[in-house]
């Protein structure tokens, strides 16, 4: 037939890393479950009234000092969250820090009656403190049960 095999050596294209990102909205290499060192106060909407009050400021003098408009501080002093560049703006004209370093919300701090250090022992027997307790309990009525029992059909 005289057909004849050619045989080709595949070649590694040397790949650019700039090609491997996702395109798009948002920003690009960025870990979004990471967290920052820092996060806005629990209490941020009280220090900066009480901030705003000791200079004598009104709502409406504090918008205008940072180009915002007053509904946007009421709604931050009423504790709704407010964008990150109006939290800077804030806390740059009133000298206050309303960011804190960020904790764990599963770190919790246990204490004991005593003066003495709290050992393993004592925190496997607070579950079962609790659960005594529970024990002691007077069951309430359920739901649907009248007090006065069943309904007699008397005639």
């Given at each position: 037939m005289g057909l004849s095999?050619?045989?080709q050596i595949p070649t590694v294209m040397p790949s650019n890393p700039a090609s491997y990102q996702v395109t798009g909205k948002g920003l690009t290499g960025i870990d979004i479950m990471t967290k920052d060192p820092e996060e806005l106060a629990d209490d941020f909407h009280t220090r900066?009234?009480?901030a705003r009050k000791a200079k004598g400021w009104s709502q409406g003098d504090l918008a205008r000092r940072i180009n915002?408009?007053?509904?946007t501080?009421?709604?931050v002093e009423n504790g709704i969250r407010p964008t990150d560049s109006v939290i800077r703006k804030i806390g740059k004209i009133l000298n206050?820090?309303?960011f804190v370093d960020s904790m764990p919300k599963n770190a919790r701090m246990m204490t004991s009656d005593d003066s003495r250090?709290?050992?393993?022992?004592d925190a496997r027997d607070i579950p079962q403190e609790a659960e005594r307790?529970?024990?002691g309990k007077k069951?309430?009525?359920?739901?649907?049960v009248s007090r006065s029992g069943a309904r007699s059909r008397r005639q």
């Open positions: 095999v050619e045989r900066i009234r009480a915002e408009r007053a509904n501080i009421q709604k206050l820090r309303l250090e709290m050992t393993i022992s307790s529970r024990k069951k309430g009525r359920r739901l649907g």
